[in-house]
């Protein structure tokens, strides 16, 4: 019995053998092809929107021509599809790798203006950003990590092509941090929390000064004083806001009101 049993998966190990040489090999589209040709293939993906074509052939074209010109074009065209395909953290890996590789290559801007696209559109959206769509109640994270990418470009390319639109898109960054800042301050003030809010409020004042949103950061930091019983502190607060923002909306109560402007809200 045991012979036969062995016999059997002798057999079945053969027929195995067999079966694989039976199966199709894997041909290589590329072999023989110039870097130039593989490039120009990879493009063409690129452009009919077919990424994943498109990584694999630049990939396929570093590992066999490493050192030329065309690798190296590759290796930011590799990033922009993978961003394409919305696979923000390899994109982003792939421009750092770029970065590294060839700080002093003349496209390394744009690896840098990148970085920032891919962190921006993944935590807002294009329709988001021409809508001015309010980012405050996300989690900021992403939008400070394209604020970092950006400025790093218009720090050291200001001269570049991208700065224009990544200064534009700074500033909206700017306002959503500053507004988040707000909203969580908004958020403690309504639950009691007066320390807290007052700490967020003063963080939104001293990191993102010249903003819409520290209108009512002020107005927070006046609120919360006074229900702290903090008069001198919250007087303090309402000449600053008075003096910044005379028109304020947040000075609806008026003097005649029952109560102080700062507790109508």
Not at 25 to 42: F, H, K, L, P
Request: hydrophobic share 40%; proline share 5%.
């Amino acid at each position: 019995m045991l012979g036969l049993t062995m016999r059997s998966l002798a057999v079945f190990a053969a027929l195995l053998i067999a079966g694989c040489g039976l199966l199709p090999e894997q041909v290589d589209e590329t072999a023989g092809w110039s870097a130039q040709r593989i490039y120009s293939e990879a493009r063409g993906a690129m452009t009919e929107g077919s990424y994943e074509r498109a990584i694999n052939l630049y990939e396929r074209l570093e590992a066999r021509y490493p050192y030329g010109r065309f690798a190296q074009q590759a290796q930011i065209e590799v990033a922009y599809a993978h961003y394409k395909k919305n696979e923000p953290a390899l994109a982003i890996a792939a421009a750092d790798r770029f970065i590294r590789l060839y700080p002093d290559h003349p496209n390394v801007d744009y690896a840098y203006y990148l970085k920032g696209l891919v962190t921006f559109n993944e935590d807002l959206g294009l329709m988001g950003f021409i809508s001015n769509q309010d980012l405050s109640e996300r989690d900021p994270k992403g939008a400070q990590e394209s604020f970092d990418a950006f400025n790093e470009l218009v720090t050291r390319f200001p001269d570049s092509r991208y700065t224009p639109d990544a200064l534009q898109r700074m500033r909206y960054l700017v306002n959503s941090l500053a507004a988040h800042e707000v909203h969580v301050a908004r958020y403690y003030h309504r639950r009691g929390a007066y320390v807290a809010a007052i700490n967020r409020a003063k963080t939104a004042l001293s990191n993102y000064p010249d903003t819409p949103a520290i209108e009512e950061a002020l107005f927070l930091l006046v609120s919360s004083y006074d229900a702290l019983g903090m008069e001198e502190l919250r007087d303090d607060a309402e000449r600053v806001m008075r003096m910044n923002f005379p028109d304020s909306v947040w000075f609806a109560g008026g003097p005649d009101a029952r109560k102080p402007w700062w507790q109508l809200w």
